[in-house]
């Protein structure tokens, strides 16, 4: 069974500075999908970022890029320039290609943006 | 394109009751997921439906199922309803996933419902 792990259940930054959340993962599954989604208080999940298992390259969205080390199992997420709209609980998923639904989820990193 | 669309926002129920939560996918879309969050258990998937069938399903009893109808719309039920129900119920549809198909496409979700037993 696949597992998610994300080991810093808080976090802090100032604003315009950068963070690092963690996550690792456990499977024995070659092909897979990684993601990171956020969950603001208004309690919508939005996606941050897609990684598939299977390109070396580290996915970059605007502000937000991945350190995915597969042979270590870490899928790390770097935020840039960190905005007061950041706030919110990080979410790292991942979920076996060609899986039908089920996303298997950490317990989220609350992180907070402090002006 | 319009969202995931998910009602009601909230809803009060007391225990034994059942309850009935729907979910519109944005359009195109037809897969349809649901999860339960919870502070305890965090997030869990709960099942997926693809074309009216449902293709997957999690480590839920009896008590929660869910059907899909042929514009791609899904609803969940929760039956005998318990204290330990009270959760946010998210559903979240997708473009493709074809059976056999090894490509995963992203999954977006709706705001959620939240869902309060007495």
């Known amino acids: 069974a696949q597992t998610v792990t994300q080991s810093q259940p808080e976090m802090s930054v100032q604003e315009a500075e950068t963070v690092t959340l963690s996550c690792t993962y456990d499977t024995s599954e070659n092909n897979y999908y990684l993601f990171w989604y956020k969950q603001p208080p208004s309690r919508q999940m939005i996606l941050v970022i897609r990684?598939?298992?299977?390109?070396?390259q580290n996915a970059t969205e605007n502000r937000f890029s991945v350190n995915f080390q597969k042979a270590a199992k870490s899928f790390s997420l770097k935020i840039s320039d960190s905005q007061l709209g950041d706030t919110a609980m990080y979410f790292c998923?991942?979920?076996?290609?060609?899986?039908?639904?089920?996303?298997?989820f950490g317990k989220g990193t609350k992180l907070s943006v402090k002006p | 394109k319009a969202g995931v669309t998910q009602t009601p926002r909230y809803l009060i129920k007391t225990r034994g009751q059942q309850v009935t939560l729907s979910c519109s996918p944005i359009?195109?879309?037809?897969?349809v997921s649901w999860y339960q969050q919870t502070p305890g258990q965090g997030l869990q998937f709960l099942f997926e439906y693809f074309s009216e069938t449902q293709r997957n399903k999690g480590n839920f009893p009896g008590r929660f199922s869910g059907r899909q109808f042929s514009n791609s719309r899904s609803e969940m039920n929760v039956s005998t309803l318990e204290l330990g129900d009270s959760a946010l119920y998210l559903c979240a549809s997708s473009s493709k996933g074809a059976s056999g198909s090894l490509s995963t496409d992203t999954q977006y979700f709706g705001p959620g419902t939240r869902l309060t037993v007495l």
């Open positions: 359009s195109g879309h037809r897969s």
């Open positions: 990684q598939e298992a299977y390109k070396q």
């Open positions: 998923a991942f979920m076996k290609a060609g899986s039908q639904g089920n996303l298997i």
